[in-house]
Structures are given as C-alpha cells and as structure tokens.
C-alpha cells in the first residue's frame, strides 16, 4: 500500500510539471537519443567519457568463460553515472531558478552540482535512512537538504511546488533524464558495437532503460539486456510480473537501488528492450563490494549490482560471449567501508 500510494502521488506531480501523462515508450527515438548524448557531452559540467576496461586488465580474480569488459561509472564525475541525466535535463530546459527533487544520494549530489554550476537554487527531499555523509556532502554543494519518512517524501515535494513555486526534477521517470543516461550506452557501443550481453543495475530504471532504448535503437536486435536488482528493492522484478509498474517498501543496503518505485516511463522502455530482471541478496552484494575494493576498485553497493550478478553466475548463456558489465558508482565513505567483510 505504501509504494501504490507512493507511485500514484509521483505520477500525479509528474504530470503537473513535465506533462509525463503524455509521454510514452513510442515517444523515445534514436534521434532523441543520439541528440542527448550530444548535449552530454557538450555540457559544461564536463561529464566523463568513462573508462571501458576488459575484466582481464584488471586485478579481479580470472572470469574465463565469456570477454567482459567493465564500465568504470564509478570514475564519473560526482562520483556516478547521475551526472549524465542531469546534465541533459538542466541542458535541454533552463525555466525557473529554483529546482527540487528527492533522492537518496547519488541524484542529489549530481542535481547539486549542476544548481551550483548554474547559479540556481535547489532542494534535496531525502528519504531519512540514507547515510549522513551523503546529505552533508550535498548541503556543502549550496543545496538545501529536508530528510524525511518514506510516508512524508511526496508530500514534501509537492509542498514545495504548490506552495513554493520550486520546479520539480524527477530523479527517475523524466525522458530528459533517460535520454541523458543513454549517453553511456553509445560510449558502450563506441569499443564494442555489438555486444552479445550487457548487464546493469536497476533501482527505478532510469539506468536500464536508457542503456536498453539506446542499444536496441542502434540496431543491436541481438544483444540481450539484463537488469540486476536487489531482493528487497525489486520494484522492477514485480512490475514485470504484474505487467504494470508497481511500488514496494523496498530495503537495501544497495540505497540506491530501492526507491519506493518503478518508473512509469522506465517500466515501458525495460519492458519493450530488456530482456530479464535478475535478483541478488544484500550478502551476495556484501561481498562484491570487498572482491572490487580488493582489486583497488572503490564501488558503493548499488553500484555493484551488475558485477554482483556475473560473478554469482545470475546471468544465463554467457559462455563465450562479449559481456559488458556497468559499474555504476563509486560513492561511499570510510564510514560505511567498515561494515563490508575484509
């Protein structure tokens, strides 16, 4: 009940600031896409072409059955790949000079970047369970910071459009955003064209769904897209089953990865090109986090999830084949270090 009530508010205020009633999985199209990725990289705000390394250049023990070569979003700037969405939207509407959002970390510190850069004001609506380091980290950006109960969050966001005329960002379900994050599929498909399998981590699907319209669009028919979520956060894994995107009280260690939702946009792009949702435990996400620190690879939970997936053996038929696995990012503190298994 409490991710239905969740969704509905999210799609309810979408509506009110972007018109996303309006947009559908038709609507996104390699022409939009490829404009995107254009924007991001022309952006200001210097977004990275990240490194794309194959699994045996680096110190991870050998993954002998299949060619997987890593995507190191962990090395973008702000730390993740969010920086791609973000510069994409603020690139493509610059209407209003006080934004707001919700996020549990990685949106907020990229949406905090770009307000600083711009000179606009913005707020963070943060779920309160998310680590203080992240919150302080984007209070020092310029940006204010409200920390709530996953009951409040929405009605703090629409408080601020309705009564305080901010504009509001979505920091899943925009089609800007997932244009945005599409950008790292093209740089994907820059060293590997045709990729047989290309894994990546799913919390509400921005990520997904960009990197799946993006291959698909550019005539990867072949290639096979797998979405990697927690156990406790697979908001996408049962809107695949209930054909519809739903909402969860989704609990991770992988924050990142469980907002309260699918997005509505999200779930119909990952529905027309991803071919599976696929589920890992915290435990199993644990111990990815140390094997990837272990070989001088600094990855936060939810950043992990695709490598956690592979090396579980959770995706099928890769003997052989070229794998590519996104590495998604890289922020977490020393604090949060210490509870990882050595």
Not at 144 to 165: A, S
Not at 227 to 255: H, N, Q, R, W
Not at 293 to 317: H, M, Q
């Amino acid at each position: 009940m409490l991710g239905a009530k969740i969704l509905a508010v999210t799609n309810q205020l979408c509506r009110l600031n972007r018109k996303m009633g309006d947009v559908s999985a038709n609507m996104i199209t390699a022409e939009m896409l490829r404009e995107a990725c254009e924007t991001v990289r022309c952006s200001p705000m210097d977004v990275i072409k990240t490194p794309l390394i194959p699994w045996c250049q680096t110190t991870l023990p050998p993954h002998t059955s299949c060619n997987i070569h890593i995507k190191m979003e962990n090395m973008q700037r702000t730390g993740s790949f969010k920086i791609r969405g973000v510069a994409n939207q603020f690139g493509r509407r610059l209407k209003g000079d006080h934004f707001v959002t919700m996020s549990s970390g990685n949106y907020g510190k990229a949406f905090a970047f770009a307000c600083k850069h711009y000179g606009f004001k913005g707020k963070v609506v943060m779920l309160e369970n998310a680590p203080i380091s992240r919150s302080e980290l984007i209070k020092s950006l310029g940006v204010e910071v409200e920390r709530v109960p996953t009951t409040q969050l929405m009605d703090v966001v629409n408080r601020c459009v309705q009564e305080d005329g901010m504009t509001f960002l979505h920091s899943i379900d925009d089609p800007d955003l997932i244009a945005g994050h599409s950008s790292l599929a093209f740089e994907i498909l820059d060293v590997v064209p045709y990729p047989d399998v290309v894994v990546v981590c799913c919390g509400g699907g921005g990520l997904l769904s960009g990197v799946a319209a993006a291959i698909k669009l550019s005539g990867c028919k072949d290639t096979k897209i797998y979405g990697v979520e927690p156990e406790g956060a697979c908001t996408m894994y049962k809107s695949f089953i209930e054909k519809k995107p739903v909402g969860m009280d989704a609990k991770s260690i992988a924050l990142g990865l469980a907002p309260p939702f699918a997005g509505t946009l999200a779930y119909q792009l990952c529905q027309r090109y991803v071919e599976k949702i696929v589920l890992v435990s915290d435990e199993e996400i644990k111990s990815a986090v140390s094997t990837l620190y272990k070989a001088g690879l600094v990855v936060e939970p939810s950043g992990t999830a695709a490598f956690t997936a592979i090396i579980n053996d959770k995706i099928p038929d890769i003997h052989q084949k070229n794998v590519v696995v996104i590495l998604s990012g890289g922020n977490i503190g020393k604090d949060e270090l210490n509870n990882f298994p050595d």
